[in-house]
């Protein structure tokens, strides 16, 4: 069976850092391109980055190009993110999915930024 | 443009057809992806590439796509399908992935 666990969230202020983890088992990490996706609560999905297979291709989106890194790790089938600079708007819970299709969704770690 | 339009709400009766659509310039070239996602859940694939359902979903959900439009259609409605929709798609970026802005769909 598929699972992906996000972990890492929690309360940051703004202009802060946080390191967001997503820890992947019953497949081939190294087959699929891996992917974070946000929602503000209430509100629509709004994706955010995503890495190739092979780590070779990132892709940003322009609300968080410059503060965010994703990453990847094949010795822990660990998906990473990044997050400095984070911004009020930032706040939302913060999904990892597999595939370009987004064919397998973790349950999301909330991020909220507030001072 | 890499935007995806998508209708705010939707509603359906119990048993009767639903048709909700997914419109953008960059669905001439791509197929769309569909996402159902119900209150406190993580967003579910329902169909995706060329109307292709994964295992579990029901038969009563199939897509379509015809020039800059992408739609769902659920025949048959039941209560459970009540959730918010999401369309979206990979741009020709290759390296991007656009979410149209989600169809709450009620059964009444």
């Known amino acids: 069976e598929v699972y992906l666990v996000e972990s890492g969230g929690g309360l940051v202020q703004p202009g802060g850092s946080l390191r967001l983890s997503c820890v992947v088992s019953g497949f081939t990490f190294d087959h699929y391109a891996m992917h974070w996706v946000r929602q503000v609560p209430g509100r629509g999905l709004e994706w955010v980055a995503s890495v190739s297979w092979n780590s070779v291709s990132l892709g940003y989106a322009d609300s968080v190009k410059g503060r965010f890194t994703i990453s990847r790790d094949s010795a822990t089938n660990s998906l990473y993110l990044q997050m400095n600079s984070v911004r009020t708007d930032d706040t939302a819970f913060y999904y990892c999915?597999?595939?370009?299709?987004?064919?397998?969704w973790g349950q999301g770690t909330l991020v909220t930024v507030s001072s | 443009s890499s935007e995806l339009t998508q209708d705010p709400a939707a509603s359906v009766a119990l048993g009767q057809t639903v048709i909700i659509t997914c419109q953008g310039d960059?669905?001439?070239?791509?197929?769309a992806n569909w996402y159902q996602q119900k209150p406190g859940q993580a967003p579910r694939l329902v169909i995706y590439?060329?109307?292709i359902r994964p295992s579990g979903i029901p038969d009563r959900f199939s897509g379509s796509n015809s020039g800059d439009t992408a739609s769902l259609t659920i025949i048959e409605a039941r209560a459970e399908d009540e959730a918010d929709y999401y369309c979206n798609f990979r741009d020709s970026s290759g390296n991007r992935l656009v979410f149209g802005g989600g169809t709450k769909l009620t059964v009444l």
């Open positions: 999915a597999r595939g370009w299709e987004l064919f397998f």
């Open positions: 960059g669905l001439r070239d791509s197929f």
């Open positions: 590439g060329k109307n």
